[in-house]
């Protein structure tokens, strides 16, 4: 007598996408971009730190919505923070 077993896969669930912006359209001195609990996308000077119940961050900050590129993404909100990158550009002058 022959048992047959039939084997189902679960989904690879994975952890989402961060928010996402075009940083050219963001003030120079901004540097982190982060969704708060409300699912609400910031753009900000210093670091957020996620609480309990919501971020906690100091200095400027302004809603990431006012920029067109903005894309919010779908991770959690205590794991959306995204750091600017800062690409080095090099000038070569001839003497």
Do not use: A, C
């Given at each position: 007598m022959w048992t047959f077993v039939r084997f189902?896969?679960?989904?690879?669930m994975s952890k989402g996408d961060k928010p996402s912006?075009?940083?050219?359209?963001?003030p120079f001195s901004f540097r982190y971009l982060w969704?708060?609990?409300?699912?609400?996308?910031?753009?900000?000077?210093?670091?957020?730190?996620?609480?309990?119940?919501?971020?906690y961050v100091s200095g400027?900050?302004?809603p990431a919505e006012q920029f067109p590129s903005f894309k919010y993404g779908n991770c959690k909100w205590?794991?959306?923070?995204?750091?600017?990158?800062?690409?080095?550009?090099?000038c070569?002058?001839?003497?």
């Open positions: 189902i896969t679960s989904p690879v912006i075009d940083w050219r359209e963001v969704l708060d609990q409300n699912g609400t996308g910031y753009v900000s000077v210093f670091t957020p730190y996620p609480g309990m119940r919501s971020m400027e900050i302004l205590k794991e959306s923070i995204v750091y600017r990158s800062y690409e080095r550009t090099w070569h002058t001839s003497t």
